[in-house]
Structures are given as structure tokens and as C-alpha cells.
């Protein structure tokens, strides 16, 4: 079943991901080609601005981000996130990302989730987050970021998942699993 590398074929590195076409060796040593897009990986982000920890989980407010995606051509509704730099930890991205975008700092953090979104023809992984005990700031994007932040409840932003109302992965993953992980509570 492994695949074995032989030799590129072509490599494109753009601002945010790149892109490669290798040739590879198949389990029968015959020669196939893998196209593939190369990502850093990312980090996104449950901002809690009500911690799920003292309070009714479908209640807590949560600071969600609006933003236009262009491939799909519509605003999306989406949990804070963004592109790991280099050698950067999770943490440090989380900690970045949830700045840049909502103005929030958080007092504390915790892991739920990594995963690959299309393993298929990607090597992105998206670690998910949770955050409570948030401090309100001016966020800064970057200056080809154009989004608003947007705070409903938990509740409200679980129905949207159910309904297909909010359709990006990472915020339906998220939004799934820290269900799942503060039910329990």
C-alpha cells in the first residue's frame, strides 16, 4: 500500500501554500504522479467569551469571524484562524490569530482537535482550540483581510452547523467536537 517517492516533478511556492507534482514508485513498481498542494498548516480557534467551564455550554457567546472567501464567492461565517509561520507553535499562532482577527487575548487554552482536511491532495493539518477567559482589544488583520467579528451563542452557532448554515470545515469540526468535549461537563 506505500507509495515511494522517485523525483519531483514540479514545485510552485506562493505566498500561502505551494504546489507540487511528484513522481512516484507504486506498490506493483509502477510509476504514478501525485499532485499535491504543500500548506504549513494552521490553527483555528473557539473563542469563549462565556468559559463553557462555569457556564451552560448552549448559552456561552462565542466571537465568530465574517469574512468573503473568494473560491466559494460568499461571506462565510468561520472561528478564528490562520496559517501557521514557519517554525511557529499552535499556541503561538492561536495566540497571533485570535489577536489579529477578533482583538481578543486569552487567559487560557486548550487542544481538542488536529486533523487533515483533504488529505486526498494536501498536507494542511488544522489544529482546533478552545479559549476562555477573554480580554476584549482592537484587533489588527492583515492588510488583505477584510472580515468582522461577529459573537453568537454557542447554541446559535451549533444550529447553523446542523442546518448547513456555516459550511467550513474547521468551524463545523470545531463547533462538533467541543460539544462533544463540554457536554460531558
Not at 146 to 168: A, C, H, P, S
Amino acid at each position: 500500500m506505500i507509495e515511494k517517492f522517485s523525483k519531483q516533478h514540479f514545485s510552485y511556492s506562493g505566498k500561502a501554500v505551494g504546489f507540487r507534482s511528484d513522481e512516484i514508485i507504486l506498490p506493483n513498481k509502477n510509476k504514478a504522479y501525485r499532485e499535491y498542494l504543500t500548506h504549513p498548516g494552521a490553527v483555528a480557534v473557539i473563542p469563549f467569551i462565556d468559559s463553557p467551564h462555569k457556564n451552560s455550554l448552549l448559552n456561552c457567546r462565542v466571537a465568530l469571524v465574517e469574512q468573503f472567501r473568494y473560491p466559494v464567492r460568499l461571506i462565510t461565517q468561520e472561528l478564528p484562524a490562520g496559517k501557521m509561520d514557519g517554525k511557529e507553535s499552535a499556541s503561538k499562532c492561536l495566540a497571533r490569530e485570535l489577536k489579529e482577527e477578533t482583538g481578543y487575548t486569552a487567559l487560557r487554552f486548550g487542544r481538542m482537535i488536529s486533523y487533515w482536511p483533504t488529505p486526498a491532495f494536501s498536507n494542511e493539518v488544522i489544529h482546533i482550540y478552545w479559549a476562555d477567559g477573554l480580554k476584549k482589544g482592537k484587533n489588527n488583520p492583515d492588510e488583505d483581510e477584510f472580515l468582522r467579528v461577529k459573537t453568537m451563542t454557542f447554541g446559535e452557532m451549533l444550529k447553523k452547523v446542523q442546518t448547513g448554515k456555516i459550511r467550513d470545515s474547521k468551524t463545523v469540526i470545531g463547533v462538533l467536537y467541543a460539544f462533544t468535549l463540554f457536554q460531558k461537563n
